[in-house]
T-cell receptor
Framework: NAGVTQTPKFRVLKTGQSMTLLCAQD?????MYWYRQDPGMGLRLIHY???????AKGEVPDGYNVSRLKKQNFLLGLESAAPSQTSVYFC???????????FGSGTRLTVV | AQSVTQPDIHITVSEGASLELRCNYS??????LFWYVQSPGQGLQLLLK??????LVQGIKGFEAEFKRSQSSFNLRKPSVHWSDAAEYFC??????????????FGQGTTLQVKP
């Protein structure tokens, strides 16, 4: 049972480039989330989804887009990367509310 | 708006000593409460959670936490720390209710260093 898988694990982008981060879960979870982690700021919610075909903005959505065309996948896109998007990105999923998340191992993104 | 505060950014304890990590939250009602642990270069792992009922909850790896409604706190404790407990610890809160989206708000994290 793989749980939550994030690809890629590391990436370096130049300013203005685009990329997509993939999150895949094999637990049939309804809820999926994208967070970014920056030193001293904890985890901040970027976007989330409460089911297939749904997405919603979190606390820090600017500069990011998401899609959830299949229940098991949640994609995070950066259309035009900026140095301020240098961060570690975590995907998480949950079967229901109030029970906690299963996290992926993260993607470390550097924008130069 | 919900918020979570972990007052201690960095804590150092000796191996075998007791540990308490503080977490205070701001929320209009009793939220769901969680503690997660993150080892270097890894994702976050759920240690324990408070849903309802007994205010003292037991988790994995010998950790426990106590929910105190009057103090809006959910402090994490361990009676005897092991060197392998060195990690970053995050407290998180989630809203209850019919429109609950499962979103969690995380604190800034506390880094635990264990001295031999």
């Amino acid at each position: 049972n793989a749980g939550v898988t994030q690809t890629p694990k590391f990436r370096v982008l130049k300013t203005g480039q685009s990329m997509t981060l993939l999150c895949a879960q094999d637990m049939n979870h309804e809820y999926m989330y994208w967070y970014r982690q920056d030193p001293g700021m904890g985890l901040r919610l970027i976007h989330y989804s409460v089911g297939e075909g749904t997405t919603a903005k979190g606390e820090v959505p600017d500069g990011y887009n998401v899609s959830r065309l299949k229940k098991q996948n949640f994609l995070l896109g950066l259309e035009s990367a900026a140095p301020s998007q240098t961060s570690v990105y975590f995907c998480a999923s949950s079967y229901s509310t109030g029970i906690g998340y299963t996290f992926g191992s993260g993607t470390r993104l550097t924008v130069v | 708006a919900q918020s979570v505060t972990q007052p201690d950014i960095h804590i150092t304890v000796s191996e075998g000593a007791s540990l308490e990590l503080r977490c205070n939250y701001s929320y209009g009602a009793t939220p769901y409460l969680f503690w997660y642990v993150q080892s270097p270069g890894q994702g976050l792992q759920l240690l324990l959670k408070y849903f309802s009922g007994d205010t003292l909850v037991q988790g994995i790896k010998g950790f426990e936490a106590e929910f105190k409604r009057s103090q809006s706190s959910f402090n994490l404790r361990k009676p005897s720390v092991h060197w392998s407990d060195a990690a970053e610890y995050f407290c998180a809160v989630g809203a209850r209710g019919s429109s609950n989206t499962g979103k969690l708000i995380f604190g800034q994290g506390t880094t635990l260093q264990v001295k031999p």
